[in-house]
């Protein structure tokens, strides 16, 4: 099966931008960004269907984060714009081999592949 590897995280204060990378070892249906702040269940950020680059957001983001992909690269990026504190968590891409219903659903249950994780900090 695919495995995932997230990089870009770090450290920046509120109101600036980091870029999200998420190498995946072969192509999938889905991926999508989750995060995960302490003591917090995971929620998902956004998802991509690769073959048609249909996206979907969760409202917390919708605005200011942005996916995309290289799929030459076998790469979706997560553009994080106009940050605030609220947005610290660990990020993490999942990948999902078929479609999801409703699909605009974050449901981590049903993604099969999980990366290892991006810190990201936003401090205010």
């Known amino acids: 099966q695919v495995q995932l590897v997230e990089s870009g995280g770090g450290s920046v204060q509120a109101g600036g931008s980091l870029r999200l990378s998420c190498a995946a070892s072969?192509?999938?249906?889905?991926i999508a960004w989750f995060r995960q702040a302490p003591g917090k269940e995971r929620e998902g950020v956004t998802a991509?269907?690769?073959?048609?680059?249909?996206?979907y957001y969760d409202g917390s983001v919708k605005g200011r984060f942005t996916i995309s992909q290289d799929n030459a690269k076998n790469t979706v990026y997560l553009q994080m714009d106009s940050l605030k504190p609220d947005d610290s968590a660990m990020y993490y891409c999942?990948?999902?081999?078929?479609?999801?219903?409703?699909?605009?659903?974050?449901?981590?249950?049903?993604?099969?592949?999980w990366g290892q994780g991006t810190q990201v900090a936003v401090s205010s």
């Open positions: 999942a990948a999902r081999p078929g479609p999801l219903v409703p699909p605009g659903a974050f449901i981590p249950a049903q993604y099969n592949v």
């Open positions: 072969g192509s999938t249906y889905r």
């Open positions: 991509i269907i690769t073959r048609s680059g249909t996206t």
